[in-house]
């Protein structure tokens, strides 16, 4: 079994869309992960297909038309390592950011607070949904852990989560075992796990 996959590990990760890997990009995110605190990796996958085929206002789903999915992730299990780890993480991202295309993956989602939600699904997208919720789910009936008013969206990390701190399956992970993500890129891996 690889040890990265195995329960218990702390864990953080960011992600967005980009609309292409440009060489610029690939150098910065190689510097990155020189950077990196311990096992940390940033990773591609490649969209399109059925995806991109629904337009971008059909579906709550952002980032239809990007070309990538992109994850920042970091797993370690010291607490001391936590601000490193989460550090290098959003630090990461930050620097991605002007290579994006704007939205976040929703389940991929860590982060909490006010607006995170609307930065997901951008301001049209949440006005919809937020209608839709006041319509057919006013009190949160429909097994959200978040309470919130009917005209807001409940925050997709859960209550007071900011940030997860357990073990996930990270992208680096799919590389040569799970052959459906034939889309994914490996920018580079820092890990001091060799599995």
């Known amino acids: 079994m690889d040890p990265n996959l195995a329960w218990g590990h702390r864990f953080y990760m960011k992600n967005a869309f980009f609309p292409a890997i440009t060489s610029e990009l690939a150098d910065l995110c190689a510097a990155r992960v020189c950077d990196a605190p311990g096992n940390c990796s940033v990773s591609f996958l ?3 297909g059925a995806i991109a ?15 990538f999915w992109c994850g920042v992730e970091t797993i370690w299990d010291e607490p001391a390592l936590d601000d490193a780890h989460i550090g290098w993480g ?21 982060e909490a607070g006010q607006g995170v ?26 097994g959200s852990t978040t309470t919130s008013a009917p005209d807001r969206l409940p925050d997709p990390a859960g209550p007071g989560a900011a940030h997860r701190l357990r073990r996930r399956s990270p992208p680096t992970s799919w590389l040569g075992r799970w052959p ?8 580079g891996q820092r890990s001091p796990v060799v599995g």
């Open 46 to 48: 490649a969209q399109g």
């Open 53 to 67: 085929r629904v337009t971008e206002e059909a579906t709550a789903f952002a980032g239809r038309s990007a070309a």
């Open 90 to 110: 959003r630090a990461t991202m930050a620097a991605l950011k002007p290579f994006s295309g704007g939205g976040h993956y929703v389940n991929d989602v860590i």
């Open 117 to 142: 939600a609307r930065a997901i699904y951008g301001d049209a997208k949440y006005e919809r949904l937020a209608a839709l919720k006041r319509v057919w789910d006013p009190t949160t009936y429909s």
């Open 180 to 187: 459906r993500y034939p889309g994914l890129v490996m920018v």
